[in-house]
Structure formats: C-alpha cells, structure tokens
C-alpha cells in the first residue's frame, strides 16, 4: 500500500524558507515518480516540482525555479522541497504525488499521478 505523508508546513514572512519533507512508501515499482503540487484559494491544483527515482530527473515550475529546490533521501524513503525568497504568492495548500514508475508524459500534469498524500498548508506573509 502506498503512503504518503507530508510534513513541514507552517507560517513564514516573505524572504524566508521552509522545508516541506513527504514520507514516501509501498511502491512495487521501487522507483517511483514523487511531486509536489498546490492549491490557493480559488486557483487550480499546480505542479510546482517532481523528482524520478529512476534516473534523478527533476522538475520546476518557472514560477519556482531558482527558488525551489528539490531532492530524495533514499535511505529515508523521504523526498524534501526546500523553499528559499518564499513570496505571499506562495501560500497554499503543498500536496506530495506520486506515481509508481517514470512518467513519460508531463511531470507537471496531475493527471500523472495516482497517489496524493493529505496537504500541508503553507502561508507566507508580507
């Protein structure tokens, strides 16, 4: 059974940082795809950043890219988003996805994904 279980949200003032970590498990593939996607109020779920377990490819929304970074501990079974210069605009509800192999199509797209873990808000203030 696959789990997924976000931690790491929490209440920051623009500029700042935070980490966000998702507890991964229970793939048969052992190599699976992990994301990361959000939700603001009133706005669609997006993709803000994925990583391959197969091949270490990795991806960023350009909203995020250079700010954002993320990585997987494989001993951990934990992939983390290290998120530095976070903007107001960043507020939201940070989902972690995944999926049970490589995806061949869009990273960013939800619709790659079969898992999704629980949430974790995330606000950033003024």
């Known amino acids: 059974e696959v789990q997924l279980v976000e931690s790491g949200g929490g209440l920051v003032q623009a500029g700042g940082s935070l980490r966000l970590s998702c507890a991964a498990s229970g793939f048969s593939s052992g190599e699976p795809t992990i994301g990361w996607f959000r939700q603001a109020p009133g ?16 991806y960023y929304a350009h909203s995020v890219k250079g700010r954002f970074t993320i990585s997987s501990d494989n001993a951990k079974n934990t992939v983390y988003l290290q998120m530095n210069s976070l903007k107001p605009e960043d507020t939201a509800v940070y989902y972690c996805a995944a999926y049970d192999g490589y995806i061949m199509g869009d990273f960013g797209d939800e619709d790659e994904y079969d898992f999704w873990g629980q949430g974790t808000q995330v606000t950033v203030s003024e």
């Open 43 to 58: 706005k669609e779920r997006e993709g803000v950043s994925c990583i391959s377990s197969s091949d270490g490819s990795t």
